[in-house]
């Protein structure tokens, strides 16, 4: 999984982070937790703003 593999993390995340509610989620722990998705594999410098708020937009979506 790469970064740009949006839909698969959010699905990752959701389902990994049940408890965790997406729209009060800091940048910070967000990357590290796609980060420690199990399959993740991409360079942790290849990430930007724009990717995590994708990302948190999808897992927000995966959600409802």
Do not use: Y
């Not at 049940?18 to 942790?44: E, I, R, S």
């Amino acid at each position: 999984m790469k970064w740009t593999d949006v839909s698969e993390i959010a699905i990752g995340l959701s389902e990994s982070l049940p408890d965790v509610d997406p729209t009060k989620v800091n940048f910070v722990d967000l990357m590290n937790w796609v980060l420690a998705l199990p399959g993740f594999d991409d360079d942790p410098n290849h990430c930007g703003e724009r990717i995590l708020e994708a990302i948190q937009q999808a897992w927000m979506d995966e959600v409802d």
